[in-house]
Every structure is written in C-alpha cells, then in structure tokens.
C-alpha cells in the first residue's frame, strides 16, 4: 500500500461547482499535513496546511479524518483558474528529519 | 516573499558534460531541498541541507553532487548524466525541518533538464 494515495482524477467540473477531494494515508503516526497545489509545468505552490480542527481559508476547506487517516480538500464556487494538480502531502513523524511524502496528486479541470 | 529563485530555467546538456544548477533563497530559511519530478508523477526527495550541512542523500547516484556554499545558496553539480534523468529538478526551502509549521515547503520555479 503507498504511503499516501489520491484519486489521480481528472475531475471535470463546470465553473461553479463545488468539488472535493479525498487523501488517504496509511501511518497513523503521521502529524502534518499539506495540500500543494501544481499548475502545469510549473513548480508545486503551498495551497493550505491542514490542522486536526480543520480550517479553511476562502472557498477552500480542508479536513482531518485521523480515525480514519484520511484528509480532504473542498473547493467551493470553482473557477477557471483552480484547474490544476492538487498534491496531498503527508509527514510522517518518524524520528530525525520530517519528510514530504507527496501522493500522485489529482488533476481539476473547471470547464465554462 | 516567499521566494525561491532557480537558475536556468532550461539546460540541454550531453552525456559527458558538467553543469550546474543554482538556487537561491532569502527568506532566512535554514533548510533546502533538492527534488525530481518527472512528467505526471510527485516529486522525488534527493537531498536536504539543514543549517548548510548535508542531513538526507535519498540514494542518490553520485553523478549528482550537491553542494551548499551558504545558507541562502544551494547548487547541485552535475556530471555524465544519463538520458533517464531528464527531468524537472525543483529547489525548495522551509524554516526549518523540525517544529510545527516550520516543514512547509516552498518550491522554486525549477530547471527542465534534457540530457541528450
């Protein structure tokens, strides 16, 4: 099983709607969470990190489900411009360094 | 700002030449990573400088040297690359690498390398 997995998508949605995403990883010790945004050809963006009460941040939303290891991103009122690959990214709390671990990402693609 | 800059942006380079890659931060961050990514998958960890020392090589082939001469400048040095490593290679950098949200990471725009 991988460490983090996502639904590669794509998901196509028209302008307006609302989408969400789901992340799922398997170390229950695993303390940070991320979600990176990627447009294409071009380098991974910080979107939002995300905390265990949840947090949101304009038409984003983003969850922790730790029973069940899994986190989400809700995108409210999507535009054009949210078409990109969305990154879910994992720390895993082993001892020393923290590391990134990236899932596949999953591809949005808002259409007019 | 959160900025990292890479320079090139693009490199082209044959099998037996030397290059090198650059990136710069001044954010006062004490960490930076060098990442690959190849097309339609996540990147690759390959190496994490912390305070302007060596922390993590992931395995990483000895054709790829690293190298950080401050703690605002990381260079990876390249040499007899093959063509398997065409790849976007992508610097980022965060606070620290230990502490609550000091790991968040910001990328630079990268360097599309093609090695013919």
């Known amino acids: 099983r991988k460490e983090v997995e996502q639904d590669p998508g794509p998901f196509n949605v028209p302008e307006g709607a609302t989408v969400a995403f789901n992340c799922t990883y398997s170390?229950?010790?695993?303390?940070?969470f991320f979600w990176y945004r990627q447009d294409c050809r071009k380098e991974p963006k910080l979107l939002m990190s995300?905390?265990?009460s949840g947090n949101e941040d304009g038409r984003f939303t983003a969850q922790l489900n730790r029973a069940s290891q899994y986190i989400s991103l809700l995108i409210r009122d999507s535009k054009l411009s949210d078409s990109a690959t969305y990154l879910c990214v994992v720390i895993p709390m082993n001892t020393g360094f923290q590391k990134l671990v990236f899932g596949t990402g999953t591809r949005l693609l808002v259409s007019p | 700002d959160t900025e990292v800059t890479q320079t090139p942006k693009h490199l082209v380079m044959g099998m037996t030449n030397k290059k090198s890659l650059k990136c710069e931060q001044h954010m006062g961050h004490r960490a930076m990573y060098w990442y690959k990514q190849k097309a339609k998958k996540p990147p690759e960890l390959m190496f994490v400088y912390s305070y302007e020392k060596l922390s993590i090589n992931e395995s990483v082939p000895s054709r790829f040297s690293p190298e950080c001469p401050n703690s605002s400048l990381l260079n990876l040095h390249l040499h007899a690359l093959q063509p398997e490593d065409s790849a976007l290679y992508l610097c980022?950098?965060?606070?620290?690498?230990?502490?609550?949200?000091?790991?968040?990471?910001?990328f630079g725009p990268g360097t599309r390398l093609t090695v013919t």
């Open positions: 995300v905390y265990s």
């Open positions: 980022a950098s965060s606070q620290d690498v230990v502490g609550i949200r000091l790991y968040e990471q910001y």
């Open positions: 170390n229950s010790a695993s303390q940070s």
